[in-house]
């Protein structure tokens, strides 16, 4: 069954840069001009399977430097070190990482 946005629903957006749903989902107007007036882009369907595998492929590389540089140290890092690195890694590159 389809998802009916309102704007009071993609008002939950402000302050980010796009709002993903799935393809079958139903924007109203007022909704639609909200995000419209607020910079926000909208992106249904595939564009969720896109955004998903990159998002994807960036942890997994930054995974993989992780490690290969623990390795290189001969040490190894406590989950919370862990955590701490790549979220400072990916929050460098753009990404924000919710707490």
């Keep these: 069954m389809a998802q009916v946005i309102t704007q ?6 402000a302050g980010m840069e796009k709002a993903v749903f799935p393809a079958d989902t ?18 249904l369907g595939k564009g969720i399977d896109k955004q998903s595998d990159e998002k994807s492929e960036l942890l997994k590389n930054l995974v993989k430097a992780v490690i290969k540089n623990m390795d ?14 790549v979220t400072r890694c990916l929050e460098k590159m753009g990404n924000t990482v919710g707490k």
């Design 8 to 13: 009071m629903e993609i008002m939950k957006f």
């Design 26 to 43: 139903i924007l109203t107007p007022s909704a639609k001009d909200w995000a419209q007036e607020h910079k926000i882009d909208i992106i």
């Design 72 to 85: 290189r140290a001969g040490g190894f890092l406590k989950k919370e070190e862990l955590v701490e690195v």
